[in-house]
């Protein structure tokens, strides 16, 4: 089974950063799946943030974080990362990564299989 455990989150200041890791385990090769973050924000439906592919390095973004976040992926350690530059007061939510079977990160997730705990982003001042 695929287990995916987040981390990195934490309180900033707006025009701060932070690193979000997402670890993968239980049999978890990371180039055979695509991996998502996405985040909800309080009272608000989930969405997408960033997606990188399988196998290829094609990565997404959602457009309020263009230029702002990057996605990217270690092999060795089963390591998705996104680091979150330039932070604003709505970039504040749980962000959790998913995969899936391969993995899909179109419609919010919802043909992810599977989710790690989210960690909790607040950015405020």
């Known amino acids: 089974q695929v287990q995916l455990v987040e981390s990195g989150g934490g309180l900033v200041q707006p025009g701060g950063s932070l690193r979000l890791s997402c670890a993968a385990s239980g049999g978890f090769i990371l180039d055979y799946h695509t991996i998502g973050w996405f985040r909800q924000a309080p009272g608000k439906e989930r969405e997408g943030v960033s997606c990188?592919?399988?196998?290829?390095?094609?990565?997404s973004y959602e457009d309020s974080v263009k230029g702002r976040f990057t996605i990217s992926r270690d092999r060795v350690k089963n390591t998705v990362y996104l680091q979150m530059d330039n932070l604003r007061p709505d970039d504040t939510g749980v962000y959790y990564c998913?995969?899936?079977?391969?993995?899909?990160?179109?419609?919010?997730?919802?043909?992810?299989?599977?989710w790690g705990q989210g960690t909790q982003v607040t950015v405020s001042s």
């Open positions: 998913a995969t899936g079977e391969p993995g899909d990160c179109s419609d919010h997730g919802r043909r992810m299989k599977y």
């Open positions: 990188i592919q399988r196998g290829e390095d094609a990565t």
